[in-house]
């Protein structure tokens, strides 16, 4: 067992590091930062993903949202060299997002299987056309 701050390797152990949807669930993400660069061999890569425009979940475990700023600033800080940033969804990930919120408020259809997955086709062009517009690195 260990914690993300402190991962029981040597210094320099992994070429590469993949944190995903996680670092906006810490409440110290400076040191997670400063384990990255402890265990990240010297020209290694860490690919971190964080959510931007989602509500608030798995509370009380929700803590920051991160924008380019920020998480150019928190590799700097802590040696890392920040290659780019790719947006992933934008203004229709974010619509389809709280359109999903609203269903699950107003419609009572958790326990419905079948609705849920009519909904989810129902939504998914919002979701692919997302994904599509969001390809660019800043």
């Known amino acids: 067992k260990s914690s993300i701050y402190e991962v029981p390797v040597q210094d320099q ?20 930062f400063q384990e990255f660069s402890r265990i990240l061999k ?3 890569k860490a690919f971190i993903t964080v959510p931007l425009g989602q509500g608030e979940h798995q509370i009380p475990y929700d803590y920051y949202r991160y924008t380019q700023y920020a998480l150019r600033g928190l590799g700097e ?27 699950t408020i107003f419609i009572p259809f958790k326990s419905n299987v079948l609705i849920t997955y009519i909904i989810f086709v129902l939504m998914l062009p919002l979701k692919l056309t997302a994904v599509r517009l969001s390809q660019k690195p800043i």
Request: with cysteine.
């Open 13 to 32: 152990s992994f070429d590469y590091i993949l944190c995903t949807q996680v670092i906006a669930h810490l409440e110290f993400p400076e040191k997670a």
């Open 42 to 44: 010297s020209g290694g």
């Open 77 to 103: 800080r802590n040696g890392l060299r920040l290659i780019s940033i790719v947006p992933q969804g934008g203004i229709f990930m974010n619509l389809e997002y709280m359109l999903w919120q609203s269903f």
